[in-house]
């Protein structure tokens, strides 16, 4: 059996300020547990795909 997960998590206000302007932030993790896996779906379309190995993804936004 196939465990993958990913994890995320932001602030659409981060300071909570009462104004227009407004920062945002978050953070992606995907593939948490860094599992290798290979997918074959013997379709002469989709073919074979990798798992890809752990990312982390941060933003930071300004909303005006």
Not at 9 to 19: C, M
């Amino acid at each position: 059996m196939l465990f993958r997960s990913n994890l995320g998590i932001g602030s659409d206000n981060l300071f909570h300020t009462e104004g227009r302007v407004r920062y945002t932030a978050s953070v992606d993790v995907a593939n948490l547990f860094d599992k290798v896996a290979l997918y074959n779906f013997l379709s002469t379309f989709s073919g074979t795909h990798f798992l890809q190995p752990r990312m982390v993804l941060a933003r930071i936004g300004l909303v005006f």
